[in-house]
């Protein structure tokens, strides 16, 4: 099992929330707004309970674990 593998002993209730709460959070990494609008659109549409609430909720804290990469300097000359 590696350092970075999704899976985990507590499954989500949900598969397909967590994955729209993981893309959820891709896009309010990436700063794209439009993005986020369509996804909260979709989830307040297609949540039924508290546990579709939960399992969105378990995805976007699934994507938040992950460190950032920072991106390699442009001059690499110091």
Do not use: V, W
């Not at 209730?13 to 896009?27: S, T, V, Y």
């Amino acid at each position: 099992m590696g350092f970075f593998s999704r899976k985990s002993n507590d499954a989500p209730a949900n598969p397909e929330m967590a994955e729209l709460g993981r893309e959820f959070a891709i896009a309010r990494r990436h700063g794209d707004r439009k993005t986020m609008r369509r996804i909260g659109r979709e989830f307040t549409d297609s949540a039924h309970n508290d546990a579709d609430a939960a399992s969105f909720q378990q995805g976007q804290q699934a994507y938040d674990a992950l460190p950032a990469i920072n991106p390699p300097r442009r001059n690499r000359r110091r």
